[in-house]
Nanobody
């Protein structure tokens, strides 16, 4: 059972920055795609950014140019650098590890709150 532990959330003013971290309990980046999702109150969980097992990245349109996903394999850690934050970025952010078929598997972290407010 892979465990994912997020950290780095908090309260930040509009225009500010935060960096989220997600530490995996095992070395899985060569097999699993790692992603950051978020869920705001009353809304569905949405994919924010993803890095595949081969290092390709993708982003939701709403965060392109502002957020950057990266990973440090030696530390089993994936990061989400969030710049130019907006109030609409307020949500609980979740780390996800995804493995596709035929041995599909998903693991989730517990989530970290990000609040953007003045």
């Amino acid at each position: 059972q892979v465990q994912l532990v997020e950290s780095g959330g908090g309260l930040v003013q509009p225009g500010g920055s935060l960096r989220l971290s997600c530490v995996a309990s095992e070395s899985i980046f060569s097999i699993y795609a790692m992603g950051w999702y978020r869920q705001a109150p009353g809304k569905e969980r949405e994919l924010v950014a993803r890095v595949t097992s081969v290092g390709s990245t993708s982003y939701a349109d709403s965060v392109k140019g502002r957020f950057t996903i990266s990973r440090r394999n030696a530390k089993n850690t994936v990061y989400l650098q969030m710049d130019s934050l907006k109030p609409d970025d307020t949500a609980v952010y979740y780390c996800n590890a995804h493995r596709g078929p035929p041995r599909q598997q998903d693991y989730w972290g517990q989530g970290t709150q990000v609040t953007v407010s003045s």
